[in-house]
């Protein structure tokens, strides 16, 4: 049997922004696509700063979602080995 997995992209949209979204915007937004109930929520990025700055706070943002009440697993971007060494670090991210 097979199994359709649900992947909600929010960092797509987001990093073509060029206006800077603050941190407590994207947290908020986040928060509320975690509760809809997504397998998957794509929410940020570990690339370099230039590349993508609308990103440049994917560590303080996965430091504030409240992942308690949700089933949905984090994906982040990665694009070298530095990016997968940062998003390592972090338990909530899965791989």
């Known amino acids: 049997m097979s199994r359709v997995l649900l992947?909600?992209?929010?960092?797509?949209?987001?990093q073509g922004i060029k206006?800077?979204?603050?941190t407590s915007v994207?947290?908020?937004y986040l928060q509320s696509l975690l509760r809809v109930g997504f397998d998957?929520?794509?929410f940020g990025s570990f690339v370099?700063?230039?590349?993508?700055p609308q990103?440049?706070?994917t560590h303080e943002v996965i430091q504030q979602l409240d992942l308690s009440e949700t089933n949905t697993?984090?994906?982040a971007i990665v694009a070298n080995e530095r990016g997968a060494h940062e998003?390592?670090?972090?338990?909530?991210i899965h791989f």
């Open 7 to 14: 992947t909600e992209c929010p960092r797509d949209a987001m």
């Open 19 to 22: 206006t800077f979204i603050p």
């Open 26 to 28: 994207k947290i908020s």
């Open 40 to 42: 998957v929520l794509d």
């Open 48 to 52: 370099s700063h230039k590349a993508v």
């Open 55 to 57: 990103m440049r706070d």
């Open 73 to 75: 697993k984090l994906l």
């Open 87 to 92: 998003a390592l670090s972090y338990a909530q």
